[in-house]
């Protein structure tokens, strides 16, 4: 955009009732506060004038001392309050868009379009406008044959014919600045106070009228009662859920794993130096530069490209970094992070997402994922930022000036493991032999190394590097390992394995092919490391991971902790109680001892390890642990979350939470993360929303298949699924 432009938010409010509306919170702001940073979006905050009324300090101090403000003496309509900024618009050759403190709706998105639609129209003036399904006491906008705006008609001075329209004045204008105080000067002098009618004389005067129309609806929301505050509020949790403005901006948001979104929409190589320079300023306001960074990349597109990039911003900071060579697994950068002292580890990966995404994973430098105070951090700077805040130093001159350094672990991540595992069992026993499923991930080589050391005759499929994952996500679930269970099946396998895309979390399948959840794995390992390793201590688990833990850990007199979903909480609950093993249901688990997050690679071994030193099958080892945790079943769906759903699923458990399901009475309801329900004969479902995707996950854990499935039934049709 070429021409200059301020901005008029009109804050003063017809009575006290909608001035203090004004303060009312929607989710993380004030309803003036909303509406306030949509207009800077647009135009600079030091060009943003605020009529207020002269007997109100609210706004004031709530917004405090740095803004501009004049004060509107008589509340006699909207002109009139343009016209309290004179002093401040005087001199000023430009634009000025005129706004309400009372449509927090609107989308800094739009603003930008009607000033983009004014500017490129060459207009005198310019207006939001909207089509709504009911229009209600709203302006009308009348065109003729042409399209041309003849005239804008209030809601008082509709004709029978105007009323069926449906093309509504929203509220927002810009205006040239050299025609809006010398015509509201001659409005004034005729009786004539608001913006519409301004709108009415410049078409009588053959002036440039442009508009740009809204195309969502939930905009048009304006707060003028308690009500409309509520719709309000119904639609910000609406958009908090489903991410168009992310999609909007390409803003860059964390969720439970880390940052990660589609290739060319929100995951490019601009927002990874933002990122990287954000992060960069944190190690430097931490005064850690001389720590350095280490940083890796998977075999998804552009990684390789978002290890070089991020190289540079960290080198252009004075900040050292270790690149590890190739394609690296997670956890190999987990690892390297405590390993080598720095002060963060990053990979980019989008784990086990679509081959169309990809991501970064941030550690802290004990390897530990960090929290979410920290995450926002990040994301909150890095979307505050442009290409021009971002210092870089050319990769070959951070290389040669030993800024950068290339660098291989792998050996030194698969000594290590293998002093966590008990190679001496694995080669004594009789010679396992296993079938592997890497798919197209970065497992193969350190897998193989530890595998080989072992004595364990490993068998590969999918191995090369293929970034389209053969075209499916790279998720060691049941649905993708059908190869892998046919081979399993037919070549007289001990065991079958398989890594997802990033070889953080694994899928296991017994002896028959038969794929044994995770669920089922955490309680037999579980059982292994306290029975047969002798190690002494509680276990960890996430809101959706089974019960049979906290009644293993309870045959054993140990203590079992349950934590929000993110395997960070993981981890930070087994520090809280020195925990032996931590692990999610979705694939993940580390021990005492081991790195701080999800590692694949070192749970393959430590089955290999559990099958050799007890010289049991997987389907033996299950039926023993099962005679003393009893059997449970898990069943876990998930349906596309729209929205409404979003809303409406926590508003209607508020107002009819259930006191019995399927003839078993609640025992208590819990709305931490998501919502669980548990039920006193020890069976329990959950519903929540995941961070990463706009899915509905449903888990139900009862004694029978039967019975969870009665479980998911019921949720679903609560849920309106």
């Not at 955009?1 to 909608?18: E, F, I, N």
């Not at 296993?434 to 497992?443: F, L």
Request: include cysteine; proline fraction near 3%.
């Amino acid at each position: 955009m070429t021409r200059p432009c301020k901005a008029v938010l009109l804050a003063a409010g017809h009575d006290q009732a909608t001035r203090d509306l004004l303060l009312s919170r929607l989710a993380a702001s004030t309803v003036v506060e909303q509406c306030l940073a949509n207009v800077t979006a647009v135009v600079p905050a030091s060009d943003v004038i605020i009529v207020v009324d002269e007997h109100d300090d609210q706004v004031r101090d709530l917004l405090g001392d740095s803004w501009t403000y004049v004060v509107q003496t008589v509340q006699a309509g909207t002109g009139d309050a343009v016209r309290c900024a004179r002093f401040e618009l005087e001199g000023f050759d430009g634009d000025v868009l005129v706004a309400y403190a009372d449509t927090p709706m609107l989308r800094a998105s739009s603003l930008r379009g009607l000033r983009w639609k004014h500017e490129l129209k060459g207009a005198d003036f310019s207006l939001l406008t909207a089509i709504v399904p009911d229009a209600g006491d709203m302006g009308r906008i009348l065109r003729d044959e042409e399209g041309r705006i003849t005239e804008i008609q209030e809601a008082s001075d509709l004709s029978n014919e105007s009323s069926a329209i449906k093309e509504v004045n929203v509220g927002a204008y810009i205006i040239d600045s050299s025609i809006l105080i010398p015509q509201l000067d001659e409005m004034a002098a005729t009786g004539e106070h608001r913006l519409t009618e301004l709108a009415e004389r410049l078409i009588a005067q053959g002036r440039t009228v442009a508009s740009y129309a809204i195309l969502d609806v939930d905009e048009v929301q304006g707060i003028n009662s308690d009500a409309e505050l509520a719709l309000a509020a119904d639609i910000v949790l609406k958009r908090l859920f489903a991410p168009i403005h992310a999609i909007e901006t390409a803003e860059i948001s964390f969720g439970t794993g880390g940052w990660r979104a589609k290739i060319g929409e929100g995951f490019t190589i601009h927002n990874v130096r933002r990122l990287c320079q954000a992060i960069a300023n944190e190690v430097t306001v931490s005064g850690r530069e001389r720590q350095g960074v280490v940083i890796g990349g998977d075999r998804r597109f552009l990684s390789a490209e978002s290890v070089q990039a991020a190289t540079e911003v960290f080198a252009g900071n004075n900040i050292p970094v270790f690149v590890l060579e190739g394609d690296v697994p997670t956890p190999l950068v987990t690892f390297a992070a405590p390993q080598l002292r720095c002060a963060y580890g990053l990979v980019f990966t989008a784990s086990h997402n679509p081959p169309q995404w990809n991501g970064l994973k941030v550690f802290r430098a004990d390897g530990s994922l960090p929290l979410d105070d920290e995450t926002k951090r990040y994301e909150t700077q890095a979307n505050r930022l442009t290409q021009a805040d971002v210092v870089a130093l050319d990769y070959a001159t951070a290389i040669q000036v030993t800024m950068a350094m290339e660098i291989d672990l792998t050996n030194t991540y698969v000594e290590a493991l293998e002093e966590m595992v008990d190679i001496a069992a694995m080669r004594a026993a009789k010679p396992l032999r296993v079938a592997i499923d890497p798919m197209y991930g970065t497992s193969q080589l350190t897998l193989g190394m530890v595998l080989s050391d072992a004595r364990v005759r490993a068998e590969f499929i999918h191995e090369r590097h293929n970034p389209l994952f053969g075209g499916h996500s790279p998720a060691p679930d049941p649905e993708s390992l059908s190869t892998l269970m046919t081979m399993v099946k037919a070549g007289g396998y001990d065991l079958g394995m398989a890594t997802d895309g990033d070889s953080d979390r694994i899928g296991i399948l017994d002896e028959n092919g038969r794929y044994v959840s995770t669920n089922e794995l955490l309680v037999l390992i579980y059982w292994y490391l306290h029975e047969v390793r002798g190690l002494r201590g509680g276990v960890v688990r996430n809101l959706a991971t089974t019960h049979m833990l906290d009644h293993l850990a309870a045959h054993f007199g140990e203590e079992s902790l349950e934590v929000p979903v993110g395997f960070k909480h993981v981890t930070a609950g087994m520090e809280k109680i020195d925990a032996v093993l931590g692990g999610e249901s979705s694939g993940g688990l580390t021990i005492r001892g081991w790195i701080l997050g999800k590692d694949g690679i070192f749970a393959c071994a430590l089955v290999c390890e559990m099958l050799a030193a007890t010289g049991k099958s997987l389907t033996q080892l299950l039926d023993d642990v099962f005679a003393i945790t009893g059997r449970a079943t898990q069943i876990e769906i998930g349906v596309p979350a729209t929205p409404a759903m979003k809303v409406e699923v926590p508003r209607r458990m508020t107002a009819a939470a259930p006191t019995q399901i399927a003839g078993v009475d609640v025992d208590r309801i819990d709305t931490g993360d998501g919502i669980k329900i548990r039920l006193v004969d020890g069976s329990w479902v959950l519903l929540r929303f995941s961070g990463t995707e706009p899915v509905l996950r449903m888990v139900a854990e009862a004694a029978t298949h039967e019975r969870a499935d009665e479980l998911v039934s019921w949720v679903k049709g609560f849920a309106g699924a």
